[in-house]
């Protein structure tokens, strides 16, 4: 039930609001689109917080809108056909900010009004965003906005939130089911005593006064068929609003496939609506054909046509009862066992669980589906070999467990073994080919074979993993735009930022356990712009396209940078030590203002490597080094926090919060750390060894090594007119080299390796100066030995 249905149950509540709308001649359009206007307002992700964007949400709306009119006066109702006419006319007098703004808070009021009169509590049949209708003014802070992010940890309390309101509204629709019930079965025993007056009639012979008895039991059958038609107009919007409300929990169920928080518990009050209104339905059906059995007249069109509508009902209600309540994988490998379960919410009602169906299952093609689903639910006997795949242990009995009311069917062993492969068209990919399994069954009701059918969420048919990043695409984008009422599976091709920026902060905040911050999210939206900057984002430029200078697509790159976050980072993400979303100029900006100045480091995804974590630190020159990103191979051979404990480099992590500080690095990664203490001791007649990260020096060409330990020997002048060890290099630089060398070997004990090897190649060499040598007093200067290459063993 829509919003305005809500407020225009309560006279003063729609008094008060057709007289806001008419301040702005906007009453007539409230009431003509009502449901898309709500729709359209409520599902926008962000609010705006600039009047530019403001003024560029409301041109947008305004476009639409006059497309929405425009497609409805192609109604074939006349009197719709001037009224959408005149309404083109009204907006176009009417500025698109100022139509907007005043829509917008109309639909404020509305809510602020069901809430004081308790018309329903706002929940998943109206899908509202915590971030736009909540907020008293209207507009929200973008810091605010991220507060509520809805994500992993503390942001998942909106979701809870909205979600315990939907109990709330349950259960008021479940009590106006009962009250409307109680008021139909006033009616029963008048429709006793009518029953008991008619066979009197027909049985009595002398009766003294026949006509005035016959128009008695006239009079008393109008009222009681009056009585009828208005308990069926009581109940049918109780069902359109209970199906909406089972839609909305498809379209919730949708959204987990993307990570999003989903209380599945919510179906069983959903069932006990069901059951509470196929109870109603059943009753008004038998008592319509009761009456009917009252024959006073020949002709009784409005009893016949009650009669038709009320067995309508109640076949639409049993059929939208079933549904598909464990979804099959949505990226679907074959030949690889899957699960899946079906469930009709009608529990012990209608006695089918005595003789329980068999249900079958096959998997459709889009345009199998597509076809199908026009032709509503009849099946034919052929349907089973219009399958487009071939699928074992497909078909299972349904169960009724007595103790929890849940009449359902498992598929726990299932798995694809074929699949038919529709011909592709352009640049489509198997990847983007979407299927559906489709369960079905027959059974008797009330005495007329019923045919139930439902379809799964969309899938994806792969035969290799390195289809699957594609393959995820095409569901991801699907679970998180498309409607669940729709033509299989028709899906927008551009959304807006607000609305991708929560699907990909769903996606990642549920895979790696921590929510993206505001400025990962500018990141991200800075990546999948063009050359024409647009706040709408195309399939396409999501998946498709490859980056600007890139073989890789935006989508190609996320996913590999989630895969590896989730398989080797996920502690270090959720503990904030990975800045990740980070550009290499802005990174080095960053390093270079950092107060804590060399050893400052921070770790960001590669923008160059699919699926690569680099970090940039400031090194002891003063400057910003990047290393060559590490990826998930790296780090099955040794995880990130043991690299990072090896270059001794890098003293203070970076915060990745603009309002953090520094932190040193093993308190940041210490708890990360793998043991090095030898507790694992090697087998016998084997010498233990450990790997360790070494780092060549980005500065210089003397080949020195980073990370490990380093002597204490002070580098040589350089200048670009000369290198170590070239002939042609100056006394003085020599003379450097040489005190260096001198220094280090009365330095270091007799037994360091590399100052006994400095000695041995000393005195294997051939003494310059005999005079020296025959004294006993010489230098290292007297012994004929490339003193370059000896520094070098050194350093």
């Known amino acids: 039930m829509s919003l305005w249905k809500r407020i225009s149950s309560h006279a003063d509540c729609e008094a008060r609001m057709a007289a806001y709308y008419d301040e702005k001649g906007l009453f007539d359009l409230r009431l003509c689109l009502a449901a898309w206007i709500e729709d359209r307002i409520m599902s926008e992700q962000i609010t705006p917080n600039s009047a530019e964007q403001l003024e560029r949400v409301a041109l947008k709306f305004n476009e639409d809108l006059q497309q929405k009119l425009l497609s409805t006066r192609t109604a074939s109702d006349q009197a719709l056909k001037y009224r959408v006419v005149e309404l083109c006319t009204q907006i176009q007098r009417t500025s698109a900010l100022e139509l907007y703004t005043h829509l917008r808070g109309g639909l404020q009021k509305e809510l602020q009004l069901a809430t004081e009169k308790s018309v329903a509590t706002p929940g998943p049949s109206m899908p509202l965003s915590p971030y736009n209708m909540n907020n008293p003014s209207g507009y929200m802070d973008p810091s605010e906005m991220m507060a509520v992010q809805p994500a992993v940890g503390a942001g998942l309390g909106v979701i809870h939130n909205a979600l315990g309101t939907a109990k709330v509204e349950l259960f008021e629709i479940e009590h106006q089911i009962l009250q409307y019930f109680n008021e139909f079965s006033a009616c029963g025993n008048s429709l006793k005593m009518l029953v008991q007056n008619y066979s009197y009639m027909l049985n009595s012979t002398g009766s003294p006064n026949p006509e005035e008895a016959f128009k008695c039991l006239m009079t008393e059958k109008a009222a009681i068929v009056t009585a009828l038609c208005r308990s069926y107009i009581c109940y049918e919007p109780l069902q359109e609003l209970i199906i909406s409300e089972l839609n909305n929990w498809r379209r919730q169920q949708a959204l987990a496939g993307n990570g999003a928080p989903f209380q599945e518990s919510t179906l069983d009050q959903i069932q006990r609506c069901f059951e509470l209104l196929e109870s109603f339905i059943g009753h008004l059906l038998a008592a319509v054909k009761e009456t009917l059995r009252v024959h006073l007249v020949n002709d009784e069109p409005e009893l016949n046509n009650l009669l038709e509508r009320v067995r309508g009902a109640q076949k639409n209600l049993v059929c939208a009862a079933f549904i598909v309540d464990k979804q099959p994988p949505q990226v679907m490998k074959t030949n690889t066992r ?148 729709r033509e299989p599976f028709a899906i927008t091709d551009r959304v807006t930022w607000a609305q991708l920026s929560v699907a990909l902060n769903t996606k990642f905040g549920s895979s790696t356990q921590r929510a993206l911050t505001r400025d990962n999210l500018d990141f991200l939206f800075e990546k999948l712009q063009r050359d024409e900057r647009s706040d709408y984002i195309t399939w ?60 400052t480091f921070l770790l960001r995804f590669s923008d160059s490597e699919l699926g690569g974590v680099t970090i940039a630190y400031v090194n002891e020159y003063g400057s910003v080094t990047m290393l060559s990103p590490w990826t998930a191979r790296d780090f099955q051979i040794l995880n990130l926090a043991d690299r990072i404990r090896d270059l001794h480099m890098l003293r203070w992590l970076h915060p990745s919060d603009t309002n953090g500080v520094p932190q040193e690095r093993d308190r940041a990664f210490g708890e990360f750390y793998s043991a090095r203490d030898g507790t694992n001791e090697p087998k016998a007649g084997y010498v233990r060894s450990t790997l360790h990260v070494q780092v060549r020096n980005a500065i210089g060409d003397n080949g020195s090594i980073i990370g490990t330990p380093q002597h204490p020997i002070p580098s040589p002048p350089q200048d670009s007119s000369m290198s170590m060890g070239n002939p042609e290099d100056s006394d003085s630089d020599d003379s450097c080299v040489l005190d260096a060398i001198e220094r280090y070997v009365a330095d270091t004990s007799p037994d360091d390796p590399v100052s006994r090897e400095i000695i041995a190649t000393i005195m294997s060499a051939t003494c310059k100066s005999p005079l020296s040598a025959s004294s006993g007093d010489f230098a290292m200067a007297d012994f004929d030995v490339n003193f370059a290459d000896v520094y070098k063993q050194i350093i």
């Not at 103790?403 to 990847?431: C, D, P, W, Y």
Request: with cysteine; glycine share 6%.
């Open 338 to 485: 899957f699960a899946a379960s079906v469930r009709w919410l009608i529990g012990s009602q209608l006695g089918i669980h005595n003789n329980p169906p068999t249900i079958e299952c096959i998997i459709m093609s889009e345009n199998q589906a597509n076809r199908f689903v026009t032709r509503g639910t009849q099946m034919d006997s052929t349907l089973a070999g219009q399958s487009s795949g071939e699928i074992q242990n497909c078909s299972s009995t349904m169960e009724y467990q007595q103790n929890n009311h849940i009449f359902s069917a498992s598929f726990r062993n299932m798995q694809l073994k074929k699949i038919k492969r529709a011909e592709k068209k352009g640049t489509e990919s198997v990847m983007d080919e979407k299927f559906a399994l489709f369960f079905y069954a027959t059974t008797t009701v009330n005495d007329y074979q019923i045919r139930v059918w439902t379809l799964s969420l969309p899938v994806v048919v792969i035969v290799h993993g390195n289809q699957e990043p594609q393959s995820w695409a095409t569901i991801t984008w699907d679970n998180a735009f498309a409607d669940i009422v």
């Open 540 to 599: 396409n430029q999501f998946c498709k396209e490859p980056l600007p200078d890139r073989n890789f697509t935006f989508w190609e790159w996320f996913f590999a940078i989630m895969k590896l976050t989730k398989d080797h980072l996920m502690g270090m993400w959720k503990a904030s030590c990975i800045m990740g979303f980070i550009n290499k100029a802005k990174a080095q900006d960053d390093l270079m203002r950092s107060a804590t100045g060399i050893g």
